[in-house]
């Protein structure tokens, strides 16, 4: 598995915008196989930088990975234990508990990633 993750972050770093976006999609199926992939410091700042790429496409497939992860990893949890969350992510509180295991990989995803993405959606330069 390290190899082949190897490989994909190194396309994913590449100089082609076509060849990034297929690397994000690649390591959304490997995310979708095992979530602690993300884990990874150079798994995590290949994310951090594909979410600040040039290329909307590559963002996309990106931000469509966070997605799908915190999509997962939030079903699970109860109506009583959304308002829990919801404040806890307005704190900006990193050490969730209510949460099981899935659900707290999700909201410590959501809360490493949220000031890249908040940053993006607020950008109102041309390249956005």
């Given at each position: ?30 995310v979708d196989a095992d979530a ?61 508990p209510s949460l ?29």
């Amino acid at each position: 598995l390290q190899v082949a993750l190897d490989c994909i972050v190194r396309q994913a770093n590449a100089v082609h915008s076509s060849l990034r976006r297929t690397a994000m999609r690649g390591l959304g199926d490997v995310v979708d196989a095992d979530a602690s992939v993300l884990s990874a410091k150079l798994v995590e700042e290949t994310v951090d930088m594909r979410l600040r790429d040039e290329s909307s496409w590559v963002r996309q497939v990106t931000l469509d990975l966070l997605g799908r992860v915190l999509e997962g990893g939030l079903e699970g949890e109860s109506v009583a234990e959304k308002p829990k969350r919801e404040a806890d992510l307005e704190e900006g509180s990193s050490a969730i508990p209510s949460l099981g295991h899935a659900g707290r990989s999700a909201s410590a995803i959501l809360l490493r990633f949220h000031q890249t993405v908040r940053g993006r959606i607020n950008d109102t330069s041309i390249i956005v």
